[in-house]
Each structure stands twice: as structure tokens, then as C-alpha cells.
Nanobody, 123 residues
Framework: HVQLVESGGGLVQPGGSLSLSCAAR????????LAWFRQVPGKEREMVAQ???????HYDSTAEGRFTISKDAAKDTLDLRMTSLKPEDSGMYYC??????????????????WGQGTQVTVS
């Protein structure tokens, strides 16, 4: 399994913004869904945003309109821009790569590469 490195988490006040980045180790240049997941203690890892090979993007309903996922093949990064942050956005954020090719998935088990996570706290 691929190990990735995320950066950009931290503590932010409600209404603030943060940008997360993931060094994708070549996966932005390969076929396969890329995604960001969030996990809070005691709960399953949940999909926040995903991007398909054709650039189509999908978001969890709580992130729609506030978060933007993007990939930069030149820099080989997967990014997540988060605005108008709320306390309920807090959690450990993970980037995920090497997902399904023909479609994007909401299930963590469909991704073969993960980062170690970066903590986002909105308070």
C-alpha cells in the first residue's frame, strides 16, 4: 500500500479557512479516483470530496459549496480548500489515491493508498 504525506491542518476559528495538500507520489498522473476522507473518534472514515479522472468532482452534502478538491499533475498534489469552516468539520483528514478507475467510491476499502492524516480543529 502507498503511504502519502498530507499537510496543512491546524486550529482555525469558525468561519475561517484552511488548505490541505497531499503529496500524491505519481497518482495524480494515473487513472483512478482520488479523494479526501475525514474521521472523528468513534466513527467510520467518511468521504468528504472526490475527483475522477475526467475532473468530475463530488462532495459530501456537508462540504458542498464550502470545500473544493483539486489535483495538480505538474506538482503531483491533491488539494482540499476548505472555507466557512464549522466545528463539525473537525477531524482527522486523510487523502486517498489509487481508487476505482471507472467511477469514484465513497468506501475507504476501495482505495489502496493513504496518507497518515492531518488534524483539523475548528474551535
Amino acid at each position: 500500500h502507498v503511504q502519502l504525506v498530507e499537510s496543512g491542518g491546524g486550529l482555525v476559528q469558525p468561519g475561517g479557512s484552511l488548505s490541505l495538500s497531499c503529496a500524491a507520489r505519481g497518482y495524480t498522473r494515473r487513472s483512478g479516483c482520488l479523494a479526501w476522507f475525514r474521521q472523528v473518534p468513534g466513527k467510520e472514515r467518511e468521504m468528504v470530496a472526490q475527483i475522477q479522472d475526467d475532473g468530475a468532482k463530488h462532495y459530501d452534502s456537508t462540504a458542498e459549496g464550502r470545500f473544493t478538491i483539486s489535483k495538480d499533475a505538474a506538482k503531483d498534489t491533491l488539494d482540499l480548500r476548505m472555507t466557512s469552516l464549522k466545528p463539525e468539520d473537525s477531524g482527522m483528514y486523510y487523502c486517498a489515491v489509487d481508487g476505482p478507475v471507472a467511477f469514484c467510491s465513497d468506501y475507504p476499502s476501495d482505495f489502496r493508498g493513504w496518507g497518515q492524516g492531518t488534524q483539523v480543529t475548528v474551535s
